[in-house]
């Protein structure tokens, strides 16, 4: 498909479901109350400029507009349909809105997935009548959508929100109309709502790219449960960061969650790292609660992207700007150094006792005027990015005349967001008002204001980061790996040997120590004269899998009697602990150097793929925890992050005069076991535990290696 | 007796390792090769009951599949009991033996071949003077011991069964092994047939472990279980080769949900997370404990993916006990493992050696 073609597209489908030029109500009532009835009041309610056509067999007019006894007997284009009909009919719905050439429907009625086996059989069926007339589907089991710039109200949710530049896309219809209600007490302006409902066509994803090309959205917000399509989401989300903001808030991420999500959505949610790991290579941003949600869309959508991390902070009280300085310091935000210049100006017109380092203390008695006089100069000083600014009510404080100076300093430096911190109740309410509505992202306490700064911050570094898209190739023994999973399969297994499993890491480049699989003794003594001693022998069972605690596991074996006699020990105590366990015999492997232990391993994600694992091995790896994580495929910049992120890092680097040790051989590692499992989608599962790293430019072994297909 | 050739399967060990699907193999194809194979057992259990009449299962899978037209108590004169140490008087005992060898030269009559399959090992029945090891000079036939290894016990096992039959006067054909794992079938090779046959023992076949026929369906289990099946019926002969309990995290459930291909999960009904994360792996079965009724969407997500779902009302420790030590049976109508039974033999037996040897090459 040519890039023309799919932008244009693209653009049909957007309007057809933001800006269409008419709308067809099917199931439109003439009974107040009724879903199908509101959607047509609130059609005409909201100002919609288009044709709306009513849609029931029985009704000749509905809220006064004539009223079609079906879709057929609509002579005009429809461009949009919302269907609110009983569930048994949709499907029959659907087959006329596609005959009539209807390019975008909006299913609200329930009764498909959510219910059970018959529901989903229903949402088969009208996916495919969709599909067949090239019609994209919304829903069903939806609230519908709203856009405030068309303007378009094809939802059942009375309240249309007034204009602003978040667009709002939610996996929970019930959230919509919570969000909307809250919206409208708080002044908090939308492009779009988007109610996802069942997701059987256009999901999360799909709106997302629509919603780039809006341009009336300045921030996308979404609430998800679950992703539908990881590997595409992994494809479009980046465009769409890279265009505007899109901040996430993922539920179900706890066990407990996991659990109620399940049984809410019938489906899997994903494991927690993974989504931590498709958001940070798609620089999504991630909310952790849904106030963070919309604290991060309100501040999005009124204020620009700072140029860096340095923040000052003007208060009149020293105790909320030292918990803001603390906030910074935890978010990694730089307290801004203060130019000579910038120190200068603060001490001339300052108060003596006021403080003109940040965080600057403009003091109790600070008027509104003082206030103005701080920002400004602050705001001026080109070392600053951002500034928060923190009123606690005092005798002479002036809040709203305050409010009013932020307000107008904030045209002033369009390039620097200003986040306003106003404590208090009573005393501040009506200044807070002032704020919002000039929008200035207004909170009762600093470690909100900062929190939310540090995440307008991120999403500038993210822009800024230049994306290596290059992922290395190396060059492999494919063909080796294949005949060795294909033999695998063919025996209907899926754990491989260890013997197998090093075969395939060796056949992509990751050096193994000589080993051999043997039989009976005789087999163990001849295998151990041609690897050389010392040797370690390890038993080989799909039964076993702690092989070092049934005395399975014999190390550096100096000669042929020892070999004998460790042989004989294995399988006694394998007889012994574990006697109805298929004994495939002894490994017999040669003794390497010890090195620092490190684990490189993958899972596959059931939504995003590989996700590949770094961290610190040995004994401590369960108490540690000290892993981290990408998606495959790799860059080698993402690969060297993986390995500079842990705490473990620094040991690898050496300390106390201790050597480094071999980073662009663990690298390398990495990589190539990205290009692994990009390369053989049955591969599961990797786990490379120990892998020996030795001082820089020796190179690393892969002890222990398994490999799970499926 | 009668001159009809014959072969005697009899356990080397104990008694479930695949007689009779080795029976049914050899009789299928010999018959393809176009003799006319008959079968006996001499000596059969109480398993089951048609209008009353006591009946031992395999005699009837036998009578079936190779379309016999001899009545089931002349294919097995004998049905042992429970109890069968109790079942004759001093008297009946002594007619037995007769009432054995009527029966067999009647069945044997006109036939080419006749495969007769014994009860277990071959000392099972000595009380009754019906033992496999007497028997089979009685009727003239070979004994061919069905061994299976994991161990080099298994050797001795095999010899001194070979010594005692010998003395008793008995031919004994040798040996075939089934269920033999790769890449264990190496030392197999390499070590025990070398062994065996220096001691004069023939080995005439290694057949590979076949879950086709061991795995049970989970229709087997459902009924095992007095399960109530609520979901993907059409999938109710998928095979179940392992048992996984599911009681962690889900995404721990995944992990070890992914290694064990062709599983049945059991868990609560009340962990939608654990039946979601088995449903995304290879499984054939989702047993739910305690009567707790799965929500409507994992049905939906089973059904799609054709994973039958099993509610039983037992705890999961019950339900493990249960299942655990359940094998496929070969049933009159079971297409598949009937199939898998003659694929068997004729890929894995020496039958053409056992056919001349049999003097019917």
Same mark, same amino acid.
């Given at each position: 498909m040519d890039q023309g073609g799919r932008s244009e597209r693209l653009a049909d489908i957007g309007k057809a479901f933001f800006s269409p030029s008419s709308v067809a109500v099917i199931g439109a009532s003439r009974s107040e109350g009724a879903v199908g009835h509101e959607i047509v009041r609130n059609l005409k309610n909201c100002g919609y400029t288009g044709k709306i056509f009513p849609i029931n067999p029985k009704a000749e007019k509905i809220l006064g507009l004539k009223c079609y006894h079906s879709l057929l007997d609509v002579e005009d284009n429809v461009e949009l349909g919302i269907v609110a009909v009983p569930a048994e009919i949709v499907a029959e719905v659907a087959e006329d809105a596609g005959k009539r050439g209807v390019k975008g429907l909006i299913v609200i009625s329930a009764g498909f997935k959510e219910i059970g086996i018959e529901g989903m059989e229903r949402e088969a069926d009208l996916l495919k009548i969709c599909k067949r007339y090239n019609m994209r589907l919304l829903g069903p089991n939806c609230l519908g959508l709203i856009n405030t710039y068309t303007p378009l109200n094809a939802s059942f949710a009375p309240k249309m929100p007034s204009r602003g530049g978040i667009a709002f896309i939610s996996q929970s219809g019930a959230l919509c109309t919570a969000i909307l209600d809250w919206a409208a007490e708080e002044e908090v302006g939308f492009s779009n709502i988007i109610s996802l409902g069942?997701?059987?066509?256009?999901d999360e994803t799909d709106f997302m790219e629509l919603l780039a090309e809006d341009p009336m959205t300045k921030v996308i917000l979404i609430y998800l449960e679950g992703i539908k399509d990881g590997r595409r989401f992994l494809e479009i989300s980046p465009k769409v960061t890279r265009k505007k903001p899109v901040v996430i808030l993922k539920s179900g991420v706890s066990d407990a969650g996991a659990r109620a999500a399940a049984s809410h959505t019938g489906s899997i949610a994903g494991s927690g790292v993974a989504y931590d790991a498709a958001f940070r290579k798609c620089g999504v941003l991630r909310a952790k609660s849904i106030e963070e949600l919309f604290n991060l869309g309100i501040a999005f959508s009124s204020q620009p992207i700072p140029k860096g991390r340095s923040v000052v902070i003007i208060t009149n009280a020293g105790g909320p700007s030292i918990v803001a300085a603390d906030a910074c310091s935890q978010h990694n935000l730089k307290m801004a150094w203060l130019s000579p210049g910038t120190i200068d100006s603060l001490r001339q017109g300052l108060p003596e006792e006021a403080s003109w380092t940040n965080p600057v203390d403009i003091l109790g008695d600070a008027l509104a005027d003082r206030y103005k006089f701080a920002l400004e100069t602050v705001l001026s000083d080109?070392?600053?990015d951002s500034a928060v600014v923190i009123l606690t009510p005092q005798a002479m404080t002036q809040p709203i005349e305050t409010a009013k100076q932020i307000v107008t300093i904030k045209s002033k430096f369009p390039e620097k967001p200003i986040l306003a911190v106003f404590m208090g109740g009573e005393r501040v309410r009506e200044a807070i008002k002032i704020l919002k509505k000039a929008g200035i992202p207004v909170y009762p306490h600093p470690e909100k204001a900062v929190s939310t700064l540090s995440g307008i911050i991120e999403y500038g570094e993210i822009l800024n980061r230049r994306i290596d898209e290059s992922f290395p190739t190396f060059d492999v023994d494919r063909e080796s790996v294949r005949r060795i999973i294909e033999r695998v399969k063919r025996e209907r297994r899926v754990n491989l040997l260890s013997v197998e499993a090093r075969q395939i890491v060796q056949a992509y480049g990751i050096p193994v120590p000589p080993s051999e699989l043997a039989q009976d003794v005789r087999q163990a003594v001849e295998a151990a004269n041609r690897i050389g001693y010392p040797l370690a022998m390890k038993i080989v069972s799909p039964q076993i899998l702690h092989k070092t605690d049934i005395g399975g596991v014999k190390l550096n074996l100096k000669s042929e009697e020892e070999v004998v006699k460790a042989f004989n020990e294995i399988m006694r105590n394998a007889n012994l602990f574990m006697p109805e366990a298929r004994i495939f015999g002894v490994e017999v492997q040669k003794m390497v150097p010890v090195g620092r232990e490190v684990i490189v391993g993958m899972n596959r994600d059931i939504q995003f793929g590989p996700l590949i694992m770094f961290g610190l091995g040995g004994i401590y790896v369960n108490i540690l925890k000290d892993v981290s994580f990408r998606l495959a495929p790799i860059s080698t910049q993402e690969a060297y992050e993986m390995i500079t992120e842990t705490k473990s890092y620094a040991l690898l680097r050496g300390v106390r005069g201790e050597k480094s040790a071999d980073i662009n051989a663990i690298t390398d590692t990495i990589l190539r076991i990205s290009q692994l499992s990009m390369d053989f989608k049955e591969i599961a599962e990797i786990d490379i535990n120990p892998l020996f790293v030795y001082e820089d430019n020796k190179g690393v072994l892969a002890l222990d290696v398994k490999i799970t297909i499926m | 007796m009668s001159d009809v050739p014959s072969l005697y399967v009899v356990s080397a060990t104990r008694q479930s390792i695949g007689k009779t699907a080795l029976c049914l193999g050899l009789a299928l194809k010999f018959m393809e090769e176009g003799f006319n194979v008959g079968y006996f057992k001499p000596l059969g259990w109480h398993t089951a009951s048609i209008n009353e009449e006591p009946i031992d299962e395999d005699t009837l899978l036998m009578k079936e599949t190779l379309n016999l037209e001899e009545p089931l108590n002349l294919i097995t004169p004998i049905l042992l009991e429970y109890h069968y140490l109790d079942q004759y008087s001093k008297e009946e005992e002594g007619r037995l033996l007769d009432k054995v060898t009527e029966a067999y030269r009647k069945v044997a009559e006109s036939k080419d071949l006749m495969i007769i399959e014994a009860?277990? $090992?071959? @000392?099972?029945?000595v009380s009754l003077n019906l033992s496999a090891a007497n028997l089979a000079s009685i009727l003239n036939s070979n004994l061919l011991l069905l061994s299976t290894t994991y161990q080099d016990t298994a050797v001795d096992e095999i010899l001194f069964e070979h010594i005692c039959i010998t003395k008793m006067g008995t031919k004994c054909t040798g040996v075939i092994f089934n269920r033999v794992q790769s890449p264990i079938d190496n030392r197999v090779r390499k070590v025990i047939i070398p062994t065996l046959e220096k001691n004069g023992i023939k080995v005439w076949g290694l057949m590979p472990e076949s879950t086709t026929l061991t795995a049970p369906t989970v229709k087997e289990i459902a009924e095992s279980l007095n399960? $109530? &099946? &609520? @979901?993907?019926?059409?999938?109710?002969s998928n095979m179940v080769e392992r048992y996984l309990i599911g009681a962690m995290t889900q995404e721990s459930a995944i992990r070890y949900f992914r290694r064990a291909p062709r599983k049945a999960v059991i868990t609560g009904g009340d962990r939608p997370d654990i039946a979601l994360a088995a449903l995304e792996t290879d499984t054939s079965a989702l047993i739910l404990t305690g009567n707790l009724h799965p929500d409507v969407r994992v049905i939906a997500k089973a059904e799609k993916k054709g994973v039958p779902i099993i509610l039983v009302p037992y705890d999961t420790y019950t339900t493990v006990d249960r299942v655990k030590d359940l094998t496929g049976k070969i049933g009159v109508s079971d297409k598949k493992r009937i199939n898998e039974a003659k694929r068997l033999v004729s890929e894995y037996v020496d039958w053409k050696g056992l056919l001349r040897h049999l003097g019917r090459a």
């Amino acid at each position: 498909m040519d890039q023309g073609g799919r932008s244009e597209r693209l653009a049909d489908i957007g309007k057809a479901f933001f800006s269409p030029s008419s709308v067809a109500v099917i199931g439109a009532s003439r009974s107040e109350g009724a879903v199908g009835h509101e959607i047509v009041r609130n059609l005409k309610n909201c100002g919609y400029t288009g044709k709306i056509f009513p849609i029931n067999p029985k009704a000749e007019k509905i809220l006064g507009l004539k009223c079609y006894h079906s879709l057929l007997d609509v002579e005009d284009n429809v461009e949009l349909g919302i269907v609110a009909v009983p569930a048994e009919i949709v499907a029959e719905v659907a087959e006329d809105a596609g005959k009539r050439g209807v390019k975008g429907l909006i299913v609200i009625s329930a009764g498909f997935k959510e219910i059970g086996i018959e529901g989903m059989e229903r949402e088969a069926d009208l996916l495919k009548i969709c599909k067949r007339y090239n019609m994209r589907l919304l829903g069903p089991n939806c609230l519908g959508l709203i856009n405030t710039y068309t303007p378009l109200n094809a939802s059942f949710a009375p309240k249309m929100p007034s204009r602003g530049g978040i667009a709002f896309i939610s996996q929970s219809g019930a959230l919509c109309t919570a969000i909307l209600d809250w919206a409208a007490e708080e002044e908090v302006g939308f492009s779009n709502i988007i109610s996802l409902g069942n997701m059987a066509d256009m999901d999360e994803t799909d709106f997302m790219e629509l919603l780039a090309e809006d341009p009336m959205t300045k921030v996308i917000l979404i609430y998800l449960e679950g992703i539908k399509d990881g590997r595409r989401f992994l494809e479009i989300s980046p465009k769409v960061t890279r265009k505007k903001p899109v901040v996430i808030l993922k539920s179900g991420v706890s066990d407990a969650g996991a659990r109620a999500a399940a049984s809410h959505t019938g489906s899997i949610a994903g494991s927690g790292v993974a989504y931590d790991a498709a958001f940070r290579k798609c620089g999504v941003l991630r909310a952790k609660s849904i106030e963070e949600l919309f604290n991060l869309g309100i501040a999005f959508s009124s204020q620009p992207i700072p140029k860096g991390r340095s923040v000052v902070i003007i208060t009149n009280a020293g105790g909320p700007s030292i918990v803001a300085a603390d906030a910074c310091s935890q978010h990694n935000l730089k307290m801004a150094w203060l130019s000579p210049g910038t120190i200068d100006s603060l001490r001339q017109g300052l108060p003596e006792e006021a403080s003109w380092t940040n965080p600057v203390d403009i003091l109790g008695d600070a008027l509104a005027d003082r206030y103005k006089f701080a920002l400004e100069t602050v705001l001026s000083d080109r070392f600053v990015d951002s500034a928060v600014v923190i009123l606690t009510p005092q005798a002479m404080t002036q809040p709203i005349e305050t409010a009013k100076q932020i307000v107008t300093i904030k045209s002033k430096f369009p390039e620097k967001p200003i986040l306003a911190v106003f404590m208090g109740g009573e005393r501040v309410r009506e200044a807070i008002k002032i704020l919002k509505k000039a929008g200035i992202p207004v909170y009762p306490h600093p470690e909100k204001a900062v929190s939310t700064l540090s995440g307008i911050i991120e999403y500038g570094e993210i822009l800024n980061r230049r994306i290596d898209e290059s992922f290395p190739t190396f060059d492999v023994d494919r063909e080796s790996v294949r005949r060795i999973i294909e033999r695998v399969k063919r025996e209907r297994r899926v754990n491989l040997l260890s013997v197998e499993a090093r075969q395939i890491v060796q056949a992509y480049g990751i050096p193994v120590p000589p080993s051999e699989l043997a039989q009976d003794v005789r087999q163990a003594v001849e295998a151990a004269n041609r690897i050389g001693y010392p040797l370690a022998m390890k038993i080989v069972s799909p039964q076993i899998l702690h092989k070092t605690d049934i005395g399975g596991v014999k190390l550096n074996l100096k000669s042929e009697e020892e070999v004998v006699k460790a042989f004989n020990e294995i399988m006694r105590n394998a007889n012994l602990f574990m006697p109805e366990a298929r004994i495939f015999g002894v490994e017999v492997q040669k003794m390497v150097p010890v090195g620092r232990e490190v684990i490189v391993g993958m899972n596959r994600d059931i939504q995003f793929g590989p996700l590949i694992m770094f961290g610190l091995g040995g004994i401590y790896v369960n108490i540690l925890k000290d892993v981290s994580f990408r998606l495959a495929p790799i860059s080698t910049q993402e690969a060297y992050e993986m390995i500079t992120e842990t705490k473990s890092y620094a040991l690898l680097r050496g300390v106390r005069g201790e050597k480094s040790a071999d980073i662009n051989a663990i690298t390398d590692t990495i990589l190539r076991i990205s290009q692994l499992s990009m390369d053989f989608k049955e591969i599961a599962e990797i786990d490379i535990n120990p892998l020996f790293v030795y001082e820089d430019n020796k190179g690393v072994l892969a002890l222990d290696v398994k490999i799970t297909i499926m | 007796m009668s001159d009809v050739p014959s072969l005697y399967v009899v356990s080397a060990t104990r008694q479930s390792i695949g007689k009779t699907a080795l029976c049914l193999g050899l009789a299928l194809k010999f018959m393809e090769e176009g003799f006319n194979v008959g079968y006996f057992k001499p000596l059969g259990w109480h398993t089951a009951s048609i209008n009353e009449e006591p009946i031992d299962e395999d005699t009837l899978l036998m009578k079936e599949t190779l379309n016999l037209e001899e009545p089931l108590n002349l294919i097995t004169p004998i049905l042992l009991e429970y109890h069968y140490l109790d079942q004759y008087s001093k008297e009946e005992e002594g007619r037995l033996l007769d009432k054995v060898t009527e029966a067999y030269r009647k069945v044997a009559e006109s036939k080419d071949l006749m495969i007769i399959e014994a009860l277990h $090992e071959p @000392c099972l029945g000595v009380s009754l003077n019906l033992s496999a090891a007497n028997l089979a000079s009685i009727l003239n036939s070979n004994l061919l011991l069905l061994s299976t290894t994991y161990q080099d016990t298994a050797v001795d096992e095999i010899l001194f069964e070979h010594i005692c039959i010998t003395k008793m006067g008995t031919k004994c054909t040798g040996v075939i092994f089934n269920r033999v794992q790769s890449p264990i079938d190496n030392r197999v090779r390499k070590v025990i047939i070398p062994t065996l046959e220096k001691n004069g023992i023939k080995v005439w076949g290694l057949m590979p472990e076949s879950t086709t026929l061991t795995a049970p369906t989970v229709k087997e289990i459902a009924e095992s279980l007095n399960g $109530e &099946i &609520i @979901c993907g019926e059409k999938n109710l002969s998928n095979m179940v080769e392992r048992y996984l309990i599911g009681a962690m995290t889900q995404e721990s459930a995944i992990r070890y949900f992914r290694r064990a291909p062709r599983k049945a999960v059991i868990t609560g009904g009340d962990r939608p997370d654990i039946a979601l994360a088995a449903l995304e792996t290879d499984t054939s079965a989702l047993i739910l404990t305690g009567n707790l009724h799965p929500d409507v969407r994992v049905i939906a997500k089973a059904e799609k993916k054709g994973v039958p779902i099993i509610l039983v009302p037992y705890d999961t420790y019950t339900t493990v006990d249960r299942v655990k030590d359940l094998t496929g049976k070969i049933g009159v109508s079971d297409k598949k493992r009937i199939n898998e039974a003659k694929r068997l033999v004729s890929e894995y037996v020496d039958w053409k050696g056992l056919l001349r040897h049999l003097g019917r090459a």
